[in-house]
């Protein structure tokens, strides 16, 4: 798509945490808000960016529609993804998972991961996300060409879909010479260390492990994006080791841990106590309700009566940078998905409770994803902001909610097709 610019004008229902308005004078009226934090604004933009942001003046017509800035996806797998039919998981449990995982990878070709790239891509930008940052397996026969696939893909599509690759091995791959020279090849993609933390993971070798992979991001300017604690057993047991690292060495590079879901296993003190450290540390989390809902505490006996999430709230109170991903998309490890953003936010009313009518309900899926992502634009439609949005016929959050409309896109100011 070629980056054409175009102005224009609109009023819609845009809610309160995600608008800025231009400076009122005294006496000017505030904004039409309703319970459900939606605002009536006009919103004007000139050569792709706006340029104006206003209650609607008094009299005006209710707007007919809602609006939301284009989103973002802070964990997919997009080399793997649509491969459930091939490789199902028909038991629901992480060993499953891992095993047709296993199988899967040994029969990738760069065609394969080419066609899921481009399906991916094409749902992603039609469900209006602006950013993708996806993990993608860096070890064994289906790693080069699983990387070749997704850079090529990424140049192609970066005037519509940002993508932001992660090399994902096992945590103590990056102290060997293997993992130093991936490093250097994940650097010049402008890509982030990964790396998968789960139990049973204490002792020396593991904080080695940290230590090593944290002083290789550090010198390459990588971030880290951690699989860690995604498991039902030994809370926090990665993110303790990972505490007691930091505690001992600086690291300048941002910091983000992944699923982080047995840290809902300790009790409520241990976990506060916690999570101030990881604010401290300015460790970042991104919670993945739907794969970890699916996945983790289940039980041959019956309904699990407590299942592993990252405790997103109580993160927040302590002041952590907590996103929310879909994570996998019909695949091993999760077999619904389809990169709706929206379908994650309805999704997530129920596996997270969260409500996206307030701040800290909504800011997962928009500005503190953005500040995960290190993205140049917050998602706040303020004046001087990209004219990047999408417009939903629909007058409230139940409507948008209850069966993900169909979207109109706009992309630095101009309204585009699919």
């Known amino acids: 798509m070629s980056p054409r610019v175009g102005d224009g004008t609109l009023s819609a229902w845009i809610p309160r945490g995600l608008v800025e308005l231009d400076h009122e004078r005294v006496g000017s009226p505030a904004p039409i808000t309703r319970a459900d934090g939606l605002c009536a604004l006009q919103v004007s933009w000139r050569e792709g960016r706006i340029v104006q942001v206003q209650p609607l003046e008094e009299g005006a017509e209710e707007p007919d529609g809602m609006l939301l800035p284009r989103l973002l996806e802070p964990h997919a797998h997009l080399d793997k993804a649509f491969s459930w039919s091939r490789y199902p998981n028909l038991s629901g449990t992480y060993a499953g998972a891992m095993a047709a995982n296993l199988r899967e990878h040994q029969s990738r070709t760069l065609e394969v991961v080419q066609e899921r790239f481009e399906r991916s891509m094409h749902l992603a930008w039609r469900h209006g996300l602006r950013a993708v940052r996806t993990h993608i397996d860096s070890l064994g026969p289906g790693a080069q060409c699983s990387w070749d696939a997704i850079l090529?893909?990424?140049?192609?599509?970066?005037?519509?879909?940002?993508?932001?690759?992660?090399?994902?091995?096992p945590v103590e791959h990056w102290s060997s010479s293997e993992g130093e020279?991936?490093?250097?090849?994940?650097?010049?993609s402008g890509g982030l260390l990964g790396g998968v933390i789960t139990p049973p993971c204490s002792g020396r070798g593991h904080r080695q492990a940290l230590r090593n992979l944290l002083a290789l991001a550090d010198r390459h300017g990588c971030g880290v994006d951690l699989h860690i604690d995604e498991a039902s057993s030994e809370p926090a047991a990665g993110m303790v080791q990972l505490m007691r690292v930091l505690k001992r060495m600086t690291v300048s590079v941002p910091i983000t841990c992944s699923h982080a879901s047995s840290l809902s296993l300790l009790r409520a003190s241990a976990l506060q106590r916690l999570s101030e450290r990881m604010a401290r540390h300015n460790v970042q989390v991104v919670a993945l309700p739907l794969t970890n809902g699916w996945l983790l505490g289940r039980q041959d006996s019956g309904t699990p009566l407590r299942r592993p999430l990252a405790p997103i709230r109580?993160?927040?109170?302590?002041?952590?940078?907590?996103?929310?991903?879909?994570?996998?998309v019909q695949d091993p490890w999760f077999p619904a998905g389809n990169f709706d953003p929206l379908a994650l936010i309805a999704a997530s009313l129920a596996q997270a409770q969260l409500s996206p009518w307030e701040r800290l309900g909504l800011s997962p899926f928009t500005t503190a994803a953005a500040r995960l992502m290190r993205m140049e634009w917050d998602g706040v439609i303020r004046a001087g902001a990209p004219a990047d949005a999408m417009q939903l016929p629909v007058q409230s959050w139940a409507e948008a909610l209850a069966t993900p409309p169909e979207r109109r896109l706009m992309v630095r100011g101009v309204w585009v097709q699919d």
Do not use: F, M, Y
């Open 181 to 188: 020279q991936l490093a250097a090849r994940v650097a010049a």
């Open 314 to 328: 109580q993160l927040q109170r302590a002041g952590v940078c907590v996103a929310v991903g879909g994570d996998n």
């Open 152 to 169: 090529e893909g990424a140049s192609r599509w970066q005037d519509r879909v940002t993508v932001q690759p992660v090399a994902l091995v």
